[in-house]
């Protein structure tokens, strides 16, 4: 079974602080992605990565940063945390085909920045 | 504009109160369309991919459909645990790029 994680289930942060959660996934997927998901809204793509080192924006990449050193691991980083990236924020990985192949997630960290 | 809308947002049934859940799309270049499931607290899971108008696909009481401007979820006889959010995803050729786009989702409750 593939198994995406993501460090923390619940954090708490205040104003200003620079924030990163990590994401790991253990079935060798090329493609990796953050969303964040808010009441009422659909799921929106923050940044995707389709190999090590490469990284694309997504639709609401602003205020964010990502990384990608090895394969299996890709973090997202709020430079300065801001109230309004209050937010579910949700991992995923595919295989091969960027967009095509099934996207598997991870169970979310649920931020709150006060 | 490319839009994905689901509707109900949210349906309360009776269990083995057969429905269906419906997602609608304002979108050009359609390739692909997925279902997931969402537990309170936990991330989507991956249910069904359909590709093409008339395609079905079925999972114990789930059926998915597809036509060229909406697909629907029919939920056959449901259980307790079945309740979760239900949402789709529209994968969509535009601009000469690829893009997924969720719906808000549906929250389904089954009472027994």
């Known amino acids: 079974d593939v198994k995406v994680t993501q460090s923390s289930r619940y954090l708490v942060k205040r104003t200003g602080e620079k924030v990163f959660l990590e994401c790991v996934q253990d079935m060798d997927h090329e493609n990796m992605f953050w969303y964040r998901q808010d009441p009422g809204l659909g799921l929106r793509l923050i940044y995707f990565s389709y190999d090590v080192k490469m990284k694309e924006k997504g639709d609401i990449p602003e205020g964010y940063s990502v990384s990608r050193e090895k394969k299996e691991r890709f973090s997202l980083i709020l430079e300065s945390a801001s109230t309004n990236q209050t937010s579910m924020y949700l991992c995923?990985?595919?295989?091969?085909?960027?967009?095509?192949?099934?996207?598997?997630f991870g169970p979310g960290t649920r931020l709150t920045v006060l | 504009e490319d839009q994905v809308t689901q509707s109900p947002e949210a349906l309360r049934l009776q269990e083995g109160e057969s429905s269906s859940l419906n997602c609608s799309y304002t979108v050009s270049g359609l390739r692909g369309l997925f279902w997931y499931r969402q537990d309170p607290g936990k991330g989507p899971e991956f249910l069904f991919t359909?590709?093409?108008a008339g395609e079905e696909k079925e999972k114990e009481r789930l059926k998915a459909t597809l036509t060229k401007k909406e697909s629907f979820l029919h939920i056959t006889a449901p259980k307790p645990e079945d309740s979760a959010t239900y949402l789709c995803a529209v994968l969509l050729f535009s601009g000469g790029y690829n893009k997924l786009i969720f719906g808000a989702g549906t929250r389904l409750a089954v009472h027994p």
């Open positions: 359909l590709y093409s």
């Open positions: 995923a990985s595919s295989w091969t085909s960027l967009w095509t192949d099934t996207q598997y």
